[in-house]
Nanobody
Framework: QVQLVESGGRWVQAGDSLRLSCAAS????????MGWFRQAPGKEREYVAC????????DYADSVKGRFTISRDNANNSVLLQMNSLKPEDTAVYYC?????????????????????WGQGTQVTVSS
């Protein structure tokens, strides 16, 4: 059974940096598509970032481009989200997602329905 566990979320001030981690068990994720999504109070879940199967390309939502970086930590079977220059509007529960369905090695997926497994989420709160 595949499990994803996010960690690293906490309260920070605007301008601070934070690194989220998503540890996977039950499946090696080093060559699988991984994504990060977030959901703010009263809003729908939204796409944040994705890294493709080959780890040759990472994609970002416009709202985080240039500030967030998705990467893999294969030694720990994890995916990371480095978040810099945080803003109050980044406040949300952050979820990592795993896609096990086959597809192009270079493909990026930005919709929730593209993913097969989800973590429970970690809260990030950015104070102004």
């Amino acid at each position: 059974q595949v499990q994803l566990v996010e960690s690293g979320g906490r309260w920070v001030q605007a301008g601070d940096s934070l690194r989220l981690s998503c540890a996977a068990s039950g499946r090696t994720i080093s060559s699988l598509v991984m994504g990060w999504f977030r959901q703010a109070p009263g809003k729908e879940r939204e796409y944040v970032a994705c890294i493709n199967r080959r780890s040759s390309y990472a994609d970002y939502a416009d709202s985080v481009k240039g500030r967030f970086t998705i990467s893999r930590d294969n030694a720990n079977n994890s995916v990371l989200l480095q978040m810099n220059s945080l803003k109050p509007e980044d406040t949300a529960v952050y979820y990592c997602a795993l896609r096990i369905r086959t597809g192009s090695g270079s493909a990026i997926y930005t919709e929730s329905y593209d993913y097969d497994y989800w973590g429970q989420g970690t809260q990030v709160t950015v104070s102004s």
